[in-house]
């Protein structure tokens, strides 16, 4: 697995368990589900993003090439 790939993967699961909680726990987790999108936002504009550092400290690769 590529830290691309692990990414999505956090990324992704992040959301839903969010959304998960919204639903059955309280509304207010709709500001994680909001924090996660900043921070996509964020690393898409400064090209730094902290998990993929912590990623390839945990020795994932960058990419399959």
Same mark, same amino acid.
């Given at each position: 697995?590529?830290?691309?790939?692990? #990414?999505?993967?956090?990324?992704?699961?992040?959301?839903?368990? /969010?959304?998960? #909680?919204?639903?059955?726990? /309280?509304?207010?987790?709709? &500001?994680? %589900?909001?924090?996660?999108?900043?921070?996509?936002?964020? /690393?898409?504009?400064?090209? &730094?993003?902290?998990?993929? %550092?912590? #990623?390839?400290?945990?020795?994932?690769?960058? /990419?399959?090439?």
């Amino acid at each position: 697995m590529t830290v691309n790939e692990a #990414l999505r993967l956090i990324a992704g699961t992040m959301i839903l368990v /969010s959304l998960v #909680l919204t639903q059955f726990h /309280s509304p207010n987790w709709m &500001w994680f %589900t909001a924090f996660i999108g900043v921070n996509l936002l964020q /690393s898409s504009m400064t090209k &730094w993003c902290l998990m993929m %550092t912590i #990623l390839k400290k945990l020795g994932l690769k960058e /990419s399959n090439v």
